[in-house]
């Protein structure tokens, strides 16, 4: 007996029934649990979100110079207006701001065009980002030359001073942990792997909070007298130190989940360890752990605000210098309000991008 | 059979040529897993070798010292002259003059068909990319498969891949190229593909040593058989010798399990 059949037509998957209803059914009350649930969590949000918009929006005062302007039935967003300044350039001079300005339009020119597209010029634009643009910065924030004149790190505040900590701290954590990662994974090599290990078990093991107060209290007791560097200076290398420990455990998980064969196949094509590791091993190591590295970044951006113990006023600290202002006591949860949707807006970003990031970066369908 | 004799003849006048891959009583341990016990084994220009034997037997391993992805522990190894020391820039040079096909591939999943041709001549040999994509897409055509050089590792067939991979390893103008099992990980429908390959390479005069167990491809192409167990060469002949008349008991025992299924 022949079993020879007309080849099937390919037929189109049977369709859900869908539409509002039927989405809100599956999704909302597909069982009593799940309706159950979806109530209370409805009434959560009823007494949640109401009173909130209230206070933040429709009792809310917006204009004003005085704290007596405010009504105090709802938010007082006169204080952030009044003391907005502060909270994005600190105590840097009103008339020299524009140097913060350009050189933050300077990096998002620069930056931006080689987060989301591919260019026949981007290396050298990343060239100019990496070499250039740092010298630019320096002297556009620092001044002191050019006819640029001198403003003190300790004048540096608010927002712009948690940018400067968090990028300078991305910066610098993120190769100093491949590096620390590399060095760790290194078998053949047992003096350096052990300083790496050192290194990064120590600085993980002890708070940020630590690692400001020692280089701030404690470095100036060990250096020579007469010696005595930036507290701006000191607290952007712990922070970049204490980051890069934390990247080298991020970095190393994704070496570990490269298959042997990857190491195997550039070595036998006559690729170096530098070689293969930079054009094979790490490309794709470090798009295996792009969440985890975010997940740094995110917490890093975060703990700049750890810098205020050692006197930086950064974007929190400046908002709880605005809280002690004596003309204008008793708006502390605006201002903390407006230093979490700051903070939030940045992470969120990246976190954003990171996903983004993933799905450009996808090219294998694994089998 | 016309395909044997025609690949004979150009192996006769390549057995006298000098010794490319030279193996003087070589040692390795794992641990103190004695895999490799005195293996000597010496390949001339142009010869093509098969090597088989049950799993375990330290055939994969023997291979991958010719080119230091293993290291041996006693005894010398010498490839185009060079010999095989701690040394990194002699492991570089003899890596770059030795190409290997891997059991799983190992194509760089990031980069495209194209890249991972071009890769190791840009980075290695310093040759200028448009040369180099120049170079690859000629090898990509002898593999048959230049209209994927594109795509990515992923969204290719287990037997494609396997091309790219030959293609790759080509692209170095290697002296050597060493087969590690390069059919093993397929489909029994992509195994032609492959094999029909490495014929092709085979007579065109490459020096091939090959890991397998595709008994077909051993007769059609190899100068020599080896039969390799417990970490030693057991036997060692022609493949008609040694198909037709196996010497030793474990041969025969290892080809009838491998022939009579």
């Known amino acids: 007996m022949t079993t020879h059949r007309q080849r099937h037509a390919d037929l189109p998957p049977p369709s859900a029934p869908m539409g509002g209803l039927g989405w809100l059914r599956k999704n909302l009350f597909a069982s009593p649990q799940d309706g159950a649930l979806t109530l209370l969590a409805l009434y959560l949000l009823y007494l949640v979100v109401p009173p909130l918009v209230e206070w933040a929006l429709i009792k809310a ?56 597209k591919r260019f026949a010029l981007k290396r050298w634009q990343g060239a100019v980002l990496l070499l250039v643009y740092p010298v630019v910065a320096f002297y556009l924030l620092v001044g002191g030359r050019f006819g640029l004149s001198h403003v003190e790190t300790s004048k540096w505040g608010g927002l712009t001073l948690t940018l400067v900590i968090a990028i300078v701290g991305m910066v610098a954590a993120l190769p100093l942990g491949i590096l620390l990662a590399l060095g760790r994974r290194a078998t053949n090599m047992p003096v350096l792997k052990t300083l790496c290990v050192a290194f990064i078990e120590l600085v993980r093991g002890v708070p940020l909070i630590t690692v400001l107060f020692m280089s701030s209290v404690m470095l100036p007791f060990f250096l020579p007298e007469g010696l005595n560097f930036d507290k701006l200076l000191r607290a952007l290398i712990g ?67 750890l810098v205020l113990i050692i006197g930086l006023f950064d974007l929190l600290g400046s908002i709880q210098a605005a809280n002690a202002d004596a003309n204008w006591l008793g708006f502390s949860t605006e201002g903390y309000v407006f230093a979490g949707c700051i903070y939030w807006v940045f992470c969120f970003s990246m976190s954003r991008y990171s996903q983004w990031l993933e799905k450009k970066l996808q090219t294998g369908h694994k089998r | 059979m016309n395909a044997i004799q025609a690949v004979d003849s150009t192996a006769n006048a ?235 008991d474990r041969t025969k025992l290892f080809l009838s399990q491998i022939l009579n299924h």
């Open chain 1, 61 to 116: 005062d917006w204009r004003g110079t005085r704290s007596e302007t405010c009504s105090r039935a709802g938010a007082c967003w006169a204080f952030i207006h009044v003391h907005l300044n502060q909270f994005m350039y600190g105590f840097y001079p009103v008339a020299q701001q524009w140097r913060v300005n350009l050189a933050i339009a300077l990096l998002g020119a620069l930056i931006v065009p080689l987060l989301f």
């Open chain 1, 239 to 305: 922070v970049a130190l204490f980051a890069s420990a934390y990247m080298a455990e991020v970095v190393r998980g994704g070496l570990q989940g490269i298959p042997k064969g990857q190491f195997e196949a550039a070595a036998a094509l006559g690729l170096g360890f530098w070689k293969s590791t930079a054009l094979v091993i790490l490309p794709q190591a470090l798009k295996l752990v792009i969440p985890g590295i975010v997940n740094t970044f995110i917490g890093l951006f975060k703990d700049t605000s």
């Open chain 2, 14 to 248: 390549a057995s006298a040529g000098p010794a490319m891959v030279e193996l003087h009583g070589v040692h390795k341990w794992y641990d103190r897993f004695h895999v490799l016990k005195d293996i000597s084994l010496s390949v001339a220009e142009g010869e093509r070798i098969v090597i088989c034997g049950p799993s375990g037997s330290g055939k994969s391993t023997m291979i991958r010292c010719i080119n230091r992805l293993e290291e041996h522990q006693r005894g010398r190894i010498i490839v185009g002259g060079v010999e095989l020391t701690s040394d990194v820039k002699n492991i570089e040079k003899v890596r770059s003059e030795v190409g290997i096909v891997f059991q799983h591939f190992n194509l760089f999943p990031h980069l495209t068909v194209l890249e991972n041709c071009v890769l190791a001549p840009m980075w290695v040999r310093k040759t200028p990319r448009k040369a180099a994509e120049q170079a690859a897409m000629e090898y990509l055509e002898r593999v048959r498969i230049p209209e994927q050089a594109k795509k990515y590792p992923g969204q290719l067939s287990g037997g494609q891949q396997q091309r790219v991979a030959i293609a790759r390893s080509l692209c170095m103008r290697p002296k050597v190229m060493l087969f590690d099992e390069p059919t093993s990980a397929l489909d029994p429908e992509m195994i032609k593909e492959v094999l029909d390959v490495m014929v092709g390479l085979a007579r065109s005069g490459m020096t091939m040593l090959c890991v397998t167990h595709e008994m077909g491809f051993a007769k059609t192409v190899a100068n020599r058989v080896i039969f390799m167990d417990g970490g030693e060469i057991i036997e060692e002949n022609e493949p008609e010798a040694f198909f037709m008349h196996p010497q030793h």
